[in-house]
């Protein structure tokens, strides 16, 4: 099979063209654009593949960034009608950047590609964007039994309080699944490429002034193998990257204490 780097691959959905099956202008030929695509970093998700896609609203493009998949995601998720990247650099935020560098939609989210989430749980996200209301919204993962794992969800717990400590925001829940302004990301010059990613985006966003709100989501027990922090190598990559993001931005508090926050992405600090 062909592979290109950090590039679209597949007929129907080359990079500039997009189409969504069943999205809102959608003339059956696949000639409408979408208002939200949903970058989808995904690591031997195949199982899982067919619920996610499934659950995408009318309007939402997928694009599922694969990583090296060796058990035939990417043909699964092109064979379904999402837009496929292939990027050869390793890494969760490798993965999600290069979603974001492909996406061409107003908005864009987020998403775990492993069942956890449900995209149609991205609408009333989207409002508070499209209505002004925030900049960055975050989903606040409502956990069914078993869905996450009692050292994450207390490292994440611990996180969230720093976080709180630190910039201000009420923040209870360092989430997947968040969506924002495609030009407003592009902005926040975001440069992890593994698992502090999602912490950087977080940080940066408050650096730069925006309004940051959570909404609560459903959180299910995820399908297939976990990669991040279901894993004790996984887990202590996402220690250090987010130490690495944490001490980035104590640097950047301390060195412009008493300037405040930085103009918002709208230009204007809220
Ligand atoms: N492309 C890519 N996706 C990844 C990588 N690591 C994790 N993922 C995906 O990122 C999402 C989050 O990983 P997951 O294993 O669910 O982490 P957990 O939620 O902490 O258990 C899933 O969709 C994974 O397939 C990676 O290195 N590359
Ligand atoms: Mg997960």
């Known amino acids: 099979m062909e592979k290109k780097q950090s590039g679209a691959r597949g007929s129907h959905d080359r990079i500039g063209v997009p189409s969504i099956p069943n999205g809102p202008e959608d003339d059956g030929g696949g000639s409408a654009a979408a208002l939200v695509d949903v970058v989808l970093p995904c690591l031997n998700e195949r199982s899982a593949l067919p619920k996610v896609l499934g659950a995408l609203p009318p309007g939402y493009r997928a ?14 998720a092109e064979s379904l009608g999402a837009t496929v990247v292939d990027e050869a650099r390793r890494g969760f935020g490798a993965a999600a950047h290069a979603g974001l560098l492909v996406a061409t939609a107003e908005f ?4 775990d590609c492993d069942g956890s989430l449900d995209p149609a749980q991205l609408a009333p996200m989207l409002e508070l964007v499209r209505t002004g209301r925030a900049d960055l919204v975050l989903g606040a993962r409502r956990p069914a039994r078993g869905a996450w794992p009692i050292h994450a969800r207390l490292a994440n717990m611990a996180l969230s309080r720093r976080l709180r400590r630190l910039t201000g925001i009420p923040v209870t829940d360092l989430g997947p699944l968040r969506l924002a302004r495609r030009s407003a990301l592009l902005g926040l010059d975001l440069r992890d490429r593994r698992s502090g990613y999602p912490l950087e985006m977080f940080l940066k966003a408050h ?7 959570e909404v609560p989501v459903d959180y299910a027990p995820r399908l297939g193998k976990s990669k991040v922090t279901g894993t004790l190598r996984g887990t202590v990559t996402a220690l250090k ?12 508090t301390q060195a412009t204490k008493g300037g405040g926050p930085a103009a918002g992405p709208h230009g204007a600090t809220p």
């Open 63 to 76: 694009i599922v960034v694969d990583n090296g998949s060796t058990d035939g995601s990417g043909a699964l």
């Open 108 to 111: 864009v989210a987020f998403c």
């Open 207 to 213: 650096r730069d002034g925006w309004r940051v709100a």
């Open 241 to 252: 990257d987010m130490g690495t993001q944490l001490a980035a931005a104590s640097q950047r």
